[in-house]
Nanobody, 117 residues
Framework: QVHLVESGGGLVQAGGSLRLSCAAS????????MAWYRQAPGKQRELVAA??????????NYADSVKGRFTISRDNAKNTVYLQMNSLKPEDTAVYYCYALRSLVYWGQGTQVTVSS
């Protein structure tokens, strides 16, 4: 089992920044991929950013809508993945979920991000 706890959400004005954190605990050895997804009201959950580990190399990918504004990173010593969000827009408003892939998929409980115009 992998337990994921997100933090760092909140209310911010358009153009502002937030940093989300996702702390992983439990059977974390062998986690291949960690990611952030988001779900806005009435919309499907969508991938925001992902970081995939292959040996000593981490590969990242981003949704087109956040490229150049969001950065995903992973601190293996702290078993934590971060999402730095800059130049936030009202359309970034959503519940953000942390995701981990080991042999199974694990989800966090979500953290609300609200961007006011």
């Amino acid at each position: 089992q992998v337990h994921l706890v997100e933090s760092g959400g909140g209310l911010v004005q358009a153009g502002g920044s937030l940093r989300l954190s996702c702390a992983a605990s439990g059977s974390i050895r062998g986690i291949i991929r960690m990611a952030w997804y988001r779900q806005a009201p009435g919309k499907q959950r969508e991938l925001v950013a992902a970081i995939t580990s292959a040996g000593t190399t981490n590969y990242t990918n981003y949704a087109d809508s956040v490229k150049g504004r969001f950065t995903i990173s992973r601190d293996n010593a702290k078993n934590t993945v971060y999402l730095q969000m800059n130049s936030l827009k009202p359309e970034d408003t959503a519940v953000y979920y942390c995701y981990a892939l080991r042999s199974l998929v694990y989800w966090g409980q979500g953290t609300q991000v609200t961007v006011s115009s």
